[in-house]
């Protein structure tokens, strides 16, 4: 079963554009982790964000984290086209930990 | 440091037959996951090994199956192939000693076709 739910499921914008995403999770968690994948090949990591922090910062990306609802958000400042890739968020479930469960992704268009 | 390589990266089997995946972690790294993704499941956590032991299981059939050696290079088996089977099956690694889920580093895949 699925543990993390990400929202939009696609998402097209212009290059220069903040892009968005957010991931739902049901259980409590250790840590949220979020990953990019190109087209056919391995994901990337990306950030990792602890249940006792509530945002993080790497580069263009920001990553927040609201335990209370269960969710979290990525942020892509001044998108580019090379950010274009499925990114996909990972929880570390507390009750089943040491194995990452990772949600159905959002697939992200950004067009020069 | 090299990154994680999976061997073969393109498979194609015929339904019944077994397969043998290979994955070399990054060096110093002792903890080996693999995952499944197909288009409809998404990515699904098939096992993972941590210094020859498996640590953690996921919700597939006996025919799947793994294996760590010493030197931290695992191995997983698909018995039996159904052509459900077909799949880009990842390996990833991570440096995480700890109970909690670190950062993994995947390798490419390995592109499994069932016939």
């Known amino acids: 079963s699925q543990q993390g739910e990400e929202d939009p499921q696609a998402l097209s914008i212009q290059e220069g554009e903040n892009a968005t995403m957010n991931c739902s999770y049901k259980?409590?968690?250790?840590?949220l982790q979020w990953y990019r994948q190109n087209s056919g090949r391995g994901l990337v990591h990306l950030i990792l964000?602890?249940?006792?922090?509530r945002e993080k910062h790497s580069g263009r990306l920001r990553v927040t984290l609201d335990t209370s609802k269960k969710s979290s958000s990525l942020l892509i400042t001044a998108s580019r086209a090379a950010d274009t890739a499925s990114y996909f968020c990972?929880?570390?479930?507390?009750?089943?930990?040491?194995?990452?469960?990772f949600g159905q992704g959002t697939t992200l268009q950004v067009k020069p | 440091k090299a990154g994680v390589t999976q061997t073969p990266r393109y498979l194609i089997k015929t339904r019944g037959q077994q397969v043998t995946l290979s994955c070399s972690p990054i060096?110093?790294?002792?903890?080996v996951s693999w995952y499944q993704q197909t288009p409809g499941q998404g990515l699904q956590f098939l096992f993972e090994y941590f210094s020859e032991t498996q640590r953690n299981k996921g919700n597939f059939p006996g025919r799947f199956s793994g294996r760590q050696f010493s030197n931290s290079r695992s191995e997983m088996n698909v018995s039996t192939l159904e052509l459900g089977d077909s799949a880009l099956y990842l390996c990833a690694s991570s440096s995480a000693t700890g109970v909690y889920a670190g950062p993994l580093h995947f390798g490419n895949g390995t592109r499994l076709t069932v016939t």
């Open positions: 990972a929880t570390d479930a507390s009750s089943n930990t040491g194995k990452l469960i």
């Open positions: 964000i602890r249940s006792n922090e």
């Open positions: 259980t409590s968690i250790n840590n």
């Open positions: 060096s110093g790294h002792r903890s």
